[in-house]
């Protein structure tokens, strides 16, 4: 009997949860450009460190129960009927919380939180017949169970992807609605990330809502970028979705360069392409030139700006369009330290990437995870290239096949969201993460995917180094092998290696001929606070550690670009010393009040200096 039982609630299980935690191959490509109905704003929200809206007294969930009725998701409220109900919640009246935000930085009693909060919203929307509508949510982290007018969409895991859910037929005709998200941020060894990070564990609705509107069919996917290796040839698809689909006419215009194209989707609503397209001027983060791309299909129109470049490696250099370029990097965390939690618009996002150019970088790490689209867009137009990650980050489940499909997943909605765009260059797999047999398997099966989802960009992951008593850092981590750079992060003056003077001692020993590109190197500095070169937590402490940074990495013959931790200060859990930390990582160049420390203008001298040697 129990075997029959627990196979009834395993597939009962798979049925609920299943599909939605798969890759969402369908997110919308510019979801954003549709016409929208921004769900931003206040959300009421209840804590419930309990989760008795999710399950009953017997811990039985009440969503997979015969009614599907009993949650929170119900957004019950008493009515007249002649017996007097229990109803132990109540969304109208409870407090409200600013959406898109993390909840730790918005109610001090949050700021530690772990567990499920429950936000409501209501919203007016009369569906027009022959449309198609899609709730979209930019991220929520970590879990979130998704649910409109009492009814279940679906439950998705991962902090920093969109989640998108078909809601055709499931808005009520008389235009009000309302939509309930069960999020929770509680931190499991299995998920990705795991337990352990060094940023902030910051809960909610972190980015933003809305409901687009498309017709019928309509334009849901498609990607227009440069063949590899190729700036004549202009390839991609275009993905139409719904009943219609099939033996329809796409034209593709980039009228600014006088290229029109008209395509015919097969049976499964895809039209590919390939034609030449020899007078593109191509995009650097000198020249960041984008052009209008604009789709159309039936009554269906998106339009985009894309840039078109090529990226490849040769040897020891990196070749942007050709030519051998250096990263002039930087680290960036989804944190503007200016506004308390997590950045949440265009304006926090344009701030740290202005401060990048003051640094006089071309190229910005977007650690160590899939950051806004916005911010991706924002380095498109700014002139910025850009390695993404997946939070494959330290020690994660290596042999859960579960895990594994969650990282896959993230990394698979990563590549969608942002294949068009010019500035990233690299997709990065993940970050300082252990040797052994079981996460080799794990990382180059993330290789693999990401070169089967885009062949056209460099594949990265942050490696570490292990020295020698010879004061030799070796990298030969057996991962090397298969990525395009060489990269790796080394606390050198910082974690170990002795005071800042001592570390140009070093010398390299790297096993691979490919280029050598320095994802991290840093050390904490707490801002206004003086002292010597051997003073810690000074200044002077991590100018001088930069100062020689730069200099021992200057010996490696190969050395093509670098990422130093960090722009700015950001907080972090782990970071408890009361004096010089108070839970932020001070290993930003610029303090969490905007004030540059001396080593940003070090490494702006450096950058200067490198831009006049590469051009
Ligand atoms: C690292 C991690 C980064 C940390 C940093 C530090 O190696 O990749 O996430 O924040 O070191 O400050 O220790």
């Known amino acids: 009997f129990r075997s029959w039982h627990s196979l009834l609630a395993a ?225 991609g698809y275009v993905q139409l979705n719904g009943a219609g689909r099939a033996g329809q006419t796409v034209t593709l215009n980039i009228a600014e360069a006088g290229l029109k194209q008209t395509l015919k989707t097969d049976t499964a609503g895809r039209a590919t392409f390939r034609f030449p397209a020899k007078k593109l001027s191509l995009w650097s983060p000198q020249n960041p030139r984008r052009y209008v791309v604009s789709l159309a299909s039936g009554s269906d129109v998106v339009q985009d700006k894309i840039g078109f470049r090529t990226i490849q490696t040769k040897g020891q250099d990196i070749l942007l369009n050709g030519k051998s370029t250096f990263l002039r990097g930087i680290s960036i965390h989804d944190e503007n330290p200016l506004i308390p939690g997590r950045a949440r618009g265009e304006g926090d996002l344009r701030m740290l990437l202005t401060w990048a150019k003051e640094l006089g970088c071309n190229y910005v790490r977007l650690a160590h995870y899939p950051h806004n689209e916005i911010m991706l867009r924002l380095a498109d137009e700014m002139g910025l290239l850009v390695w993404a990650e997946v939070p494959v980050y330290w020690t994660i489940a290596w042999e859960n096949a579960a895990t594994y499909q969650n990282a896959e997943a993230q990394l698979s909605d990563l590549i969608s969201m942002g294949k068009n765009r010019a500035s990233i260059v690299v997709w990065s797999v993940g970050n300082e993460t252990p040797l052994g047999d079981p996460r080799l398997k794990f990382m180059t099966s993330l290789v693999k995917k990401a070169r089967s989802l885009d062949d056209t960009r460099l594949v990265a992951a942050a490696l570490e180094v292990h020295r020698t008593p010879d004061d030799v850092m070796h990298v030969d981590d057996p991962l090397g092998e298969y990525l395009d750079l060489t990269s790796f992060n080394e606390y050198a003056g910082w974690y170990w290696g002795g005071a800042p003077s001592e570390i140009t001692k070093y010398k390299f020993d790297i096993k691979y001929n490919k280029p050598v590109m320095i994802s991290e190197f840093g050390g904490d500095a707490l801002a206004g606070y003086h002292g010597d070169a051997n003073t810690r937590w000074s200044e002077e402490y991590q100018e001088a550690l930069y100062v020689n940074q730069l200099k021992m990495l200057g010996t490696i013959p190969g050395l093509r670009g670098m990422t130093p931790w960090i722009l700015t200060d950001f907080r972090a859990t782990r970071r408890q010393h009361p004096v010089y930390q108070n839970g932020f990582n001070r290993k930003g160049l610029i303090s969490n009040t905007g004030t540059k420390k001396k080593a940003f203008y070090v490494l702006q001298e450096y950058y200067r200096q490198q831009a006049v040697k590469y051009g």
Do not use: C
Request: hydrophobic letters at 35%.
């Open 11 to 235: 597939l009962l299980l798979a049925l609920s949860f299943g599909p939605s935690v798969q890759a969402q191959s369908g997110l919308i490509q510019n979801a954003a450009a549709r016409r929208v109905l921004s769900l931003n704003g206040s959300w009421n929200y209840i804590i419930d460190p309990y989760e008795n809206g999710f399950y009953d007294y017997r811990r039985e969930a009440f969503d997979q129960s015969k009614s599907g009725k009993g949650g929170y998701y119900d957004n019950q409220k008493p009515s007249n009927a002649q017996e007097p109900e229990l109803i132990e919640y109540d969304f109208d009246h409870s407090a409200a919380l600013q959406v898109p935000g993390d909840w730790n930085s918005q109610d001090p009693k949050l700021l530690y939180y772990e567990g499920t909060i429950w936000y409501k919203r209501n919203f007016k929307l009369t569906p027009t017949a022959g449309k198609r509508y899609f709730l979209y949510f930019g991220a929520i982290n970590y879990e979130a169970h998704i649910y409109l007018n009492g009814k279940k969409l679906g439950m998705h895991r991962g902090g920093f992807t969109p989640i998108q859910f078909e809601v055709t037929g499931k808005l009520d005709p008389s235009g009000d609605n309302f939509v309930v998200v069960k999020a929770d941020n509680t931190r499991h060894a299995d998920a990705v990330p795991t337990i352990n990070t060094d940023w902030w564990n910051y809960g909610g609705i972190t980015r933003d809502v809305f409901i687009a509107e498309a017709p019928g069919t309509f334009i849901k996917d498609y990607k227009v970028q440069l063949a590899k290796n190729d700036p004549s040839t202009l390839m």
